[in-house]
């Protein structure tokens, strides 16, 4: 039950421009998001924290098998011996055999959509004499474990890195539903050919996919959402294997003027907040929307099974923010460099969007919410966030391939240009790279 106390503290998420403070709000809110995606500030709780992350990265190193087994009991409650790691075949198939057959026909459909979209935007079957794209060997996947399943994630980590020719991927996630992985998630990944999964999630199995020895061969690339202690595990293996990127909770940041809906617009910001955490901002140049907005909040978190999680969720991680006009509102927003980007402005929608420059997704008009692309549109819902979008893209097919430069020169191409590197290389002091090119003219 949503008391009145509730509803009055859900008034402080709406601020306006006419607040002296309300440039530090925005501030506030964008640190907290970035401090939120891993244990990387100079506090001393984040100091602690990241410390025994690193410990576990250490001692996952130093003996494997042993150390993911305790981290596993210690953390999820669950004894597994190393040959209990990895999931049969037998029970990958037995989870797809079980799997509501209209649900897998949804599932298929995406998988379609998604291998669609992935293979049109792919960059790997590009020819250039002076460039090789080759698939990455092995890709691990971190899916979150929780009591219901995530089959999403599987669908938009694992069909990009399948587009791009990856030769093995490997799911990891936490024994959370009945000491295994949640039957739909096995479904799926049967139903994608995936037949090397481990019930083993949290820093403990990121450390392990890195790790040179141990049950679970290291792979080449990490992918994949999770909490802090999973985004600071990936962090620390970086170097040794690749990563997408740092991925805290989920966010969305919605620009709308005063033609959006606001029963709608407030619906969008309850379906990140139900994340728990999760942020949802609203940035508009109308107050009259903004109100309405809220009075929907109040309306619809009501009819929520976690109302007060999600009541507590947007006073700390959400705001609804009126600006004076639609320049300021995108300026903040390419700032803010949010992991999804709904811009809901009637006939203004597609004008705003070539607007933005910093975000991992955006949703464009008023029949795009941030579930589609969660499930259907093809693109991938592993995204940048914490403002990381401003460097971090999403991860699709292009991610599970890297480049090599091609260099062949025959004897007269090299003559024409030996001069010149010579000259580069002598007045760098590097002698020996000159003369490999003087040898080559005495012929």
């Not at 990241?50 to 001692?59: A, D, F, P, S, T």
């Not at 597994?80 to 790691?85: D, T």
């Not at 037949?195 to 403990?204: K, L, N, S």
């Not at 033609?259 to 508009?284: C, I, R, Y």
């Given at each position: 039950?949503?008391?009145?106390k509730?509803?009055?503290e859900?008034?402080?998420i709406?601020?306006?421009?006419?607040q002296?403070?309300?440039?530090?709000?925005?501030?506030?809110?964008?640190?907290?998001?970035?401090?939120?995606?891993?244990?990387?500030?100079?506090?001393?709780?984040?100091?602690?924290n990241?410390?025994?992350?690193?410990?576990?990265?250490?001692?996952v190193?130093?003996?494997?098998?042993?150390?993911?087994?305790?981290?596993?009991?210690?953390?999820?409650?669950?004894?597994?011996?190393?040959?209990?790691?990895?999931?049969?075949?037998?029970?990958?198939?037995?989870?797809h055999?079980?799997?509501?057959?209209?649900?897998?026909?949804?599932?298929?459909?995406?998988?379609?959509?998604?291998?669609?979209y992935?293979?049109?935007?792919?960059?790997?079957?590009?020819?250039?004499?002076?460039?090789?794209?080759?698939?990455?060997?092995?890709?691990?996947?971190?899916?979150?474990?929780?009591?219901?399943p995530?089959?999403?994630?599987?669908?938009?980590?694992?069909?990009?890195?399948?587009?791009?020719?990856?030769?093995?991927?490997?799911?990891?996630?936490?024994?959370?539903?009945?000491?295994?992985?949640?039957?739909v998630?096995?479904?799926?990944?049967?139903?994608?050919?995936?037949?090397?999964?481990?019930?083993?999630?949290?820093?403990?199995?990121?450390?392990?996919?890195?790790?040179?020895?141990?049950?679970?061969?290291?792979?080449?690339?990490?992918?994949g959402?999770?909490?802090?202690?999973?985004?600071?595990?990936?962090?620390?293996?970086?170097?040794?294997v690749?990563?997408?990127?740092?991925?805290?909770?989920?966010?969305?940041?919605?620009?709308?003027?005063?033609?959006?809906?606001?029963?709608?617009?407030?619906?969008?910001?309850?379906?990140?907040?139900?994340?728990?955490?999760?942020?949802?901002?609203?940035?508009?140049?109308?107050?009259?929307?903004?109100?309405?907005?809220?009075?929907?909040?109040?309306?619809?978190?009501?009819?929520?099974?976690?109302?007060?999680?999600?009541?507590?969720?947007?006073?700390?991680?959400?705001?609804?923010?009126?600006?004076?006009?639609?320049?300021?509102?995108?300026?903040?927003?390419?700032?803010?460099?949010?992991?999804?980007?709904?811009?809901?402005?009637?006939?203004?929608?597609?004008?705003?969007?070539?607007?933005?420059?910093?975000?991992?997704?955006?949703f464009i008009?008023?029949?795009?919410?941030?579930?589609?692309?969660?499930?259907w549109?093809?693109?991938?819902?592993?995204?940048?966030?914490?403002?990381?979008a401003?460097?971090?893209?999403?991860?699709?097919?292009n991610?599970?391939?890297?480049?090599?430069?091609?260099?062949?020169?025959?004897?007269?191409?090299?003559?024409?240009?030996?001069?010149?590197?010579?000259r580069?290389?002598?007045?760098?002091?590097?002698?020996?790279?000159?003369?490999?090119?003087?040898?080559?003219?005495?012929?």
């Open positions: 039950m949503i008391d009145n509730m509803n009055i859900l008034d402080q709406l601020i306006s421009s006419s002296p403070d309300f440039s530090e709000q925005i501030k506030g809110l964008h640190r907290k998001l970035l401090r939120e995606a891993r244990f990387g500030g100079f506090d001393k709780e984040s100091e602690v990241r410390q025994k992350v690193l410990e576990i990265v250490r001692e190193d130093e003996n494997p098998d042993k150390a993911v087994a305790e981290f596993t009991k210690k953390y999820d409650g669950v004894e597994l011996k190393p040959e209990q790691f990895k999931v049969s075949k037998e029970d990958l198939k037995k989870a055999s079980e799997i509501d057959k209209v649900l897998l026909k949804s599932v298929r459909r995406a998988i379609e959509n998604v291998k669609r992935q293979t049109e935007i792919f960059i790997g079957n590009f020819k250039h004499p002076g460039i090789k794209y080759t698939p990455i060997k092995r890709v691990g996947i971190c899916v979150p474990g929780a009591s219901a995530l089959p999403s994630t599987v669908i938009m980590t694992a069909v990009p890195a399948q587009v791009a020719r990856v030769d093995t991927i490997v799911v990891v996630s936490p024994p959370r539903y009945k000491g295994s992985i949640h039957p998630t096995l479904a799926v990944c049967c139903e994608l050919g995936i037949d090397e999964v481990y019930r083993i999630g949290g820093a403990q199995a990121v450390a392990a996919l890195a790790c040179e020895k141990g049950t679970i061969p290291k792979v080449d690339k990490i992918v959402p999770g909490n802090k202690w999973v985004q600071t595990a990936k962090q620390l293996v970086f170097g040794g690749d990563i997408d990127s740092i991925a805290g909770p989920s966010e969305v940041l919605i620009i709308a003027n005063d033609k959006a809906n606001p029963a709608w617009v407030a619906a969008d910001m309850l379906s990140q907040a139900e994340h728990a955490p999760g942020s949802a901002v609203v940035f508009t140049d109308s107050q009259e929307l903004a109100k309405k907005v809220l009075d929907e909040l109040k309306k619809q978190v009501k009819q929520l099974d976690r109302a007060k999680e999600t009541i507590e969720c947007l006073k700390e991680y959400s705001k609804v923010a009126v600006f004076i006009n639609m320049d300021d509102v995108v300026e903040k927003a390419n700032d803010f460099a949010s992991e999804h980007l709904e811009i809901q402005c009637g006939d203004k929608s597609r004008e705003i969007a070539e607007k933005i420059y910093n975000a991992g997704a955006i008009g008023d029949y795009s919410p941030v579930a589609v692309g969660d499930y549109a093809g693109s991938s819902h592993t995204l940048p966030t914490g403002t990381t401003r460097f971090f893209s999403a991860l699709s097919s991610d599970f391939i890297k480049s090599t430069s091609i260099i062949a020169y025959d004897k007269k191409m090299l003559a024409e240009s030996a001069e010149d590197i010579i580069l290389a002598e007045v760098e002091g590097l002698d020996a790279h000159a003369r490999s090119i003087k040898i080559r003219q005495r012929d």
